[in-house]
């Protein structure tokens, strides 16, 4: 058996660093994206429960629009 390469293996970030940062990503067993972010320290991740890329992007820009919120 030959070694598998990681292809089609992609993330997506959106957002700033230490602000909004967000990232999308396949999940490795299910091939679902997954969303993930950080809040107070912890590093939180959903599932987004669908295959398309171009939405997970989207998705993944207008989740760190609406994480950054306006400033202070």
Excluded: C
């Amino acid at each position: 058996m030959m070694a598998r390469t990681k292809r089609g293996r992609r993330a997506y970030s959106a957002g700033e660093w230490g602000r909004n940062r967000v990232r999308v990503f396949p999940d490795p067993k299910t091939g679902l994206y997954q969303i993930e972010w950080r809040e107070n320290g912890r590093r939180l991740t959903r599932s987004l429960k669908h295959r398309d890329w171009s939405r997970a992007k989207r998705q993944a820009d207008e989740f760190a629009a609406g994480f950054a919120g306006p400033g202070p």
